[in-house]
């Protein structure tokens, strides 16, 4: 799950013990009766309850100060950094497409990688990785508005149409199995809502839906390995009005994850998954008035019946001589938090994915 536009590490992994928190977030912090501790010095954002139950549990580890060298501010850049793992260029392949090619190498699948949301994440796209894309898991498929044997008709002339330009050239190639592709893994995943009955009650807004989405897809046993999905474009981005707006951020966000995880305990099916809950970089220390502005040393967090919970790395200084111009020091590169989700995980040598060897963590059980 990407929380996009930058989440506030600070008023979301709370230094309750330290008066330096509230020494720089004169108007924008959260208050010491209302952190939800975790011990003397750190707290979770109030909102974040139902995760807290998560962690308590020691199913949720808390990835503290992660991200990578000479940080970027910019949302376009820090995400396709993330996204590509390619810090000191513009990449051209998602980390995640590299690794569906290692899982899947002659696309047997084409559900291998499903995203859910709008467009298609960086992450995730490669050449000749086929990857769906998906807005309502109940509503999609191709042409699904007209009567059966009219759509088929209609699907046999779009496969005449896109199965002729194979072999014309790389780039008809490519949309012909592009479009063939769509066609298989739209019939395919039009199947998920049927099998699908449970008792878990989701919210309403777009998180918790797709959530939902997920865990139809991971439960109606497609093959798919990879699945992805992004808060509302930029939601996290709180420049202004950011204590009521993170609140119901982190309210929606922590419902979600909570409902997946029970829908997959009450399947019987949470040894199977392994959830990260990243940002593209954390905000300034020093509040500006109503909200925060980019910065970095942001948070992630992984969650899961394998996952051995609690915090990993130390928390960034706030200590003015130790900030970076203003902002968080990283102190865990985010490619080896991939790397330890791809090796130990999934099985997959991280090092072609991410770009070579980071230092990986212990946070999932043997």
């Known amino acids: 799950m990407q929380l996009s536009g930058g989440n506030d590490a600070l008023n979301t992994l709370i230094p309750r013990g330290d008066p330096l928190y509230a020494d720089n977030r004169p108007t924008v912090r959260v208050s010491e009766d209302q952190v939800l501790p975790l011990n003397d010095y750190l707290g979770f954002n109030p909102s974040m309850a139902p995760l807290k139950e998560l962690y308590d549990q020691g199913k949720m580890a808390v990835i503290q100060g992660v991200g990578y060298p000479n940080p970027n501010r910019s949302h376009f850049r820090s995400m396709d950094i993330w996204h590509t793992c390619e810090p000191d260029k513009v990449g051209t392949e998602g980390w995640l497409g590299r690794a569906i090619r290692e899982v899947d190498p002659n696309g047997e699948n084409v559900l291998t990688g499903v995203n859910f949301g709008r467009g298609l994440p960086r992450a995730l796209a490669a050449p000749g990785v086929p990857v769906a894309s998906v807005g309502n898991l109940e509503t999609y ?6 009567e059966e044997e009219e759509r088929d008709d209609a699907l046999e002339l779009f496969s005449r149409m896109y199965s002729p330009a194979v072999g014309r050239g790389q ?36 998180v918790a839906q797709y959530m939902r989405n997920i865990a139809m897809v991971h439960l109606a046993g497609l093959g798919t390995r990879f699945l992805y999905t992004t808060a509302p474009y930029n939601s996290f981005d709180t420049h202004a009005s950011q204590l009521s707006g993170h609140a119901k951020l982190w309210t929606d966000a922590s419902n979600a994850i909570s409902s997946f995880y029970q829908d997959l305990q009450a399947h019987s099916a949470g040894d199977d998954v392994v959830l990260l809950v990243f940002t593209e970089f954390g905000r300034r220390v020093h509040d500006n008035g109503s909200g925060t502005d980019h910065g970095s040393g942001g948070v992630a967090f992984v969650v899961g019946d394998r996952v051995k919970g609690g915090l990993y790395g130390e928390y960034p200084s706030l200590a003015p001589e130790k900030l970076l111009e203003g902002d968080l020091h990283f102190n865990n590169d985010f490619r080896g938090l991939y790397s330890t989700l791809l090796e130990q995980w999934m099985g997959i040598d991280a090092k072609p994915v991410v770009g070579g060897a980071f230092e990986q963590m212990d946070f999932i059980a043997g």
């Open 171 to 206: 780039v008809l190639d490519y949309l012909s199995h592009t479009g063939m592709d769509a066609l298989k893994g739209a019939d395919i995943l039009s199947t998920a809502p049927e099998m699908y009955s449970s008792t878990v009650e989701y919210g309403g807004n777009t």
């Open 141 to 146: 498929g191709v042409l699904t508005g007209i």
